[in-house]
């Protein structure tokens, strides 16, 4: 017999269960933050890891292949990267001399305009730095702090997302003893999560590639140096939704500001950033990872931001595919489909109206 609770118990239970979530991720985010990662890289090498087995390797070899064939993909992505990051550095005296000039030029704009005197100028800069540097130490323990966290996480990361490849059979089976239900229900949810989150990680590398594309023939167009290195990174920032390609805009127009005698070039590198950012957010996006992760964009955005507070950069890529796997469970239970359908995106919307509609008549 099915028990209706009143609709105050049902708030105030599902309001405690958000706050026990967020207190769950925030303070366990030194092992949930890798944990997702690793499941995320398993569930995009499982189908690699099958086709290998389809050709006669055993299933450790299988897993074993796909992660170094992941890795050697990223170590050659890199290895580009850095030669081109490389070059830049080396024009870093340029720069420097580059930014004394412009330093002169503020000093007797502002001696111009509000008559303070190089020595003023000189006092005020004095004290900024001053507390920059009072600053600087606990900057630089947490700075230190995360970067050895990102080199532990790296350096379980194969290890984490083999055992997860390894022992999927075995999450199934678990599943099937501790829930009680249809397993054949039970096996939908999994091989759902499964495609949704394969999808989304092959239609973001499509994003990424396409947009990499768009900005190399942009920069070279515009005529600025180290092109691939800059088309590179503001396209793989890209994986933050929203606000990922403007913040990887930002070392090519300061480049261009430092490293071009006319102002037409960092014009024309905003330009070229804001034509691949509205293309990328109405016509890439929506038609390549829309069609995969059927997440409205307002539930993305919050998912965005909430992602960003308690996981960092970290939780801004990770929040809008887990939200989509949130879903398909959602979809997948009786009880909580209401909240799967508020997680969907347009075409849902509609095709759900339909469908009440023509039950209506």
């Known amino acids: 017999m099915k028990r209706d609770f009143p609709i105050w118990l049902k708030g105030t239970t599902i309001v405690l269960g958000i706050i026990l979530l967020f207190v769950v991720l925030s303070y366990g985010k030194f092992i949930l933050m890798p944990l997702a990662f690793a499941a995320l890289i398993a569930m995009m090498l499982e189908p690699i890891s099958a086709w290998l087995e389809r050709y006669k390797f055993n299933r450790v070899l299988a897993i074993i292949t796909s992660i170094i064939l992941i890795a050697v993909i990223l170590g050659g992505i890199m290895s580009l990267l850095s030669i081109q990051f490389i070059q830049f550095a080396d024009r870093l005296p340029e720069a420097n001399a580059k930014l004394q000039t412009l330093s002169n030029d503020l000093i007797q704009f502002f001696e111009s305009t509000f008559s303070l005197s190089p020595d003023r100028q000189v006092q005020f800069l004095e004290r900024g730095l001053e507390t920059a540097i009072n600053k600087s130490g606990e900057y630089i323990s947490t700075v230190l702090g995360a970067t050895t966290s990102v080199f532990t996480t790296v350096g379980l990361l194969p290890f984490f997302v083999f055992f997860m490849m390894y022992y999927k059979k075995m999450y199934r089976t678990f599943l099937h003893s501790a829930v009680e239900g249809n397993n054949d229900a039970i096996d939908s949810v999994i091989d759902n999560i499964q495609s949704v989150t394969q999808n989304y990680i092959v239609g973001m590398i499509t994003v990424v590639t396409i ?36 913040l990887g805009s930002l070392p090519a127009i ?20 804001a034509v691949v950012q509205f293309l990328e957010g ?6 390549v990872i829309g069609s995969k992760v059927s997440i409205n964009p307002f539930m993305a955005l919050i998912a965005l931001i909430i992602g960003g507070q308690l996981w960092g950069i970290s939780g801004m890529i990770l929040f809008v595919p887990l939200l989509g796997i949130l879903k398909c469970v959602f979809d997948q239970v009786d009880g909580l489909k209401p909240y799967g359908y508020l997680l969907g995106n347009r075409t849902e919307y509609q095709t759900a109206e339909i469908k009440t509609e023509s039950k209506g008549d």
């Open 211 to 246: 947009l990499a594309i768009l900005n190399v023939i942009g920069l070279w167009i515009v005529g600025i140096d180290h092109i691939l290195f800059f088309a590179a990174f503001a396209a793989i920032l890209a994986v933050i939704p929203y606000i990922g390609i403007i």
């Open 254 to 273: 300061v480049f261009a500001l430092l490293f071009t005698d006319s102002l037409l070039n960092p014009i024309g590198v905003v330009a070229v950033f």
């Open 282 to 287: 109405n016509f890439i996006t929506p038609n």
